[in-house]
């Protein structure tokens, strides 16, 4: 089955850049999706097919992906977005759904 | 806006039947743009997708689970439950409901979870 690899932690400065990465085999011939998830919350889809934003995601939040990282970019980091960060893909091969086991974002 | 609600019982015995339902408002379950998913997330741990129902009725379930996982749908209430049986203390997790998007570009297919439910927590104990 295929596997999604996240750093389990990343720490930013307010105002600075955070880089959220998800690793996995050719994870650039997919498509990847990031949710953010709050504390005691349900997660909320920030980006679709790799740098899309749903409609009221601040443009601070931007995706790239290629080769066999995808990269989650959110520019001037403020406190309200610490929190989970999740990518997941869809496998075509075996229509199945995978999650990558999360980074934890802290702002200093 | 669509919005989705899971219910059911908090706690259910070991070796028992987990039984979940969720109510969507505001769309159908039988709309073919999408599919309707249960994703799993045991206490301070990662979300794991335990499977789908589409509005044909077909299904898909995490391997790791699809011996004991059986998704149903209700299009009279607008439902689709979950029914996870022979369950452990393994199985305690926040269960979430989630409509998923279906999409194709002209370079290729994916799919999304977009809403989801608040989630429900269930304990498995005795």
């Known amino acids: 089955s295929y596997v999604l690899t996240q750093p389990p932690s990343v720490s930013v400065a307010p105002g600075k850049t955070a880089r959220i990465t998800c690793g996995g085999n050719?994870?650039?011939?997919?498509?990847v999706h990031w949710y953010q998830q709050k504390p005691g919350q349900a997660p909320v889809l920030v980006i679709y097919?790799?740098?899309d934003r749903p409609s009221g995601i601040p443009e601070r939040f931007s995706g790239s992906n290629s080769g066999n990282t995808a990269t989650l970019i959110i520019s001037r980091v403020e406190a309200g977005d610490e929190a989970d960060y999740y990518c997941q893909v869809w496998d075509s091969s075996s229509d199945h759904r995978v999650f990558g086991g999360g980074t934890k974002l802290t702002v200093l | 806006q669509v919005q989705l609600q899971e219910s059911g019982p908090g706690l259910v015995k070991p070796s028992e039947t987990l039984s979940l339902t969720c109510t969507v408002s505001?769309?159908?379950?039988?709309?073919?743009?999408?599919?309707w998913s249960w994703i799993r997330q045991p206490p301070g741990k990662g979300l794991e997708w335990i499977g789908y129902i589409y509005y044909t009725g077909s299904t898909n379930y995490n391997p790791s689970l699809k011996s004991r996982v059986t998704i149903s749908m209700d299009t009279s209430k607008n439902q689709f439950s979950l029914k996870l049986s022979s369950v452990t203390a393994a199985d305690t997790a926040v269960y979430y409901c989630?409509?998923?998007?279906?999409?194709?570009?002209?370079?290729?297919?994916?799919?999304?979870?977009?809403?989801w439910g608040q989630g429900t927590l269930v304990t498995v104990s005795s």
């Open positions: 989630a409509r998923e998007v279906a999409y194709c570009t002209s370079r290729s297919c994916s799919n999304w979870f977009d809403p």
């Open positions: 505001g769309g159908s379950v039988s709309s073919g743009s999408y599919y």
């Open positions: 097919y790799d740098s």
């Open positions: 050719n994870i650039g011939s997919k498509s």
